[in-house]
């Protein structure tokens, strides 16, 4: 039984008429992998993000008990170190073909507007920066969103 699965994953980008292209991304063949074979595959993609993300993945949670692997209180990537400590545990590998994770694009996310830190800070409102829950936030005055260079509006 395999310790650890990758799915590829769907993108849904909305289009002007109303409707979504549908984009479907997968770096490994579905199939089963030793621990070489599937980090040989690995340093093929390094620069890929697919790979250090969790959701696109499937984890064993007796294994991540059995090696006490927590989430450290860390500023960026800690889903990358999460997963570097899984796989030193983890013995068997698979792929699969079918997309586990649906990711629909919010044309109005924080992400895709024009709001960023530098013109949150060009306004009157001004921000103070960091704030310590992401290595690129600042906690802006302005309706008191937090906007996050890693994606995230609180």
């Known amino acids: ?30 199939g ?14 390094a620069a890929a993000f697919y790979y250090g993300v969790l959701w696109n ?9 059995m090696a006490q692997i ?11 170190l999460f997963n570097t400590r899984y796989l030193q545990v983890a013995q068997r590998f698979a ?4 997309a586990a994770y649906c990711y629909i694009q919010n044309p109005q996310s924080v992400c895709h507007t024009q709001v960023s830190a530098a013109t949150c800070c060009a306004t009157a409102a001004g921000c103070t920066a960091p704030t310590g829950r992401c290595a690129f936030s600042w906690a802006c005055t302005t309706g008191s969103v937090l906007i996050c260079g890693c994606g995230a509006s609180i």
């Open 57 to 65: 993945k499937l984890y064993r949670r007796d294994l991540i008990r």
């Open 70 to 80: 927590r989430f450290e209180n860390v500023v960026f990537a800690e889903d990358q």
């Open 32 to 45: 089963e992998y030793s621990k070489v074979d599937y980090l040989w595959q690995l340093t093929g993609h």
């Open 95 to 98: 792929a699969i073909d079918e």
């Open 1 to 30: 039984m395999p310790t650890f699965v990758l799915a590829p994953y769907r993108m849904m980008v909305p289009r002007k008429d109303g409707g979504y292209d549908t984009r479907e991304y997968s770096l490994l063949p579905a």
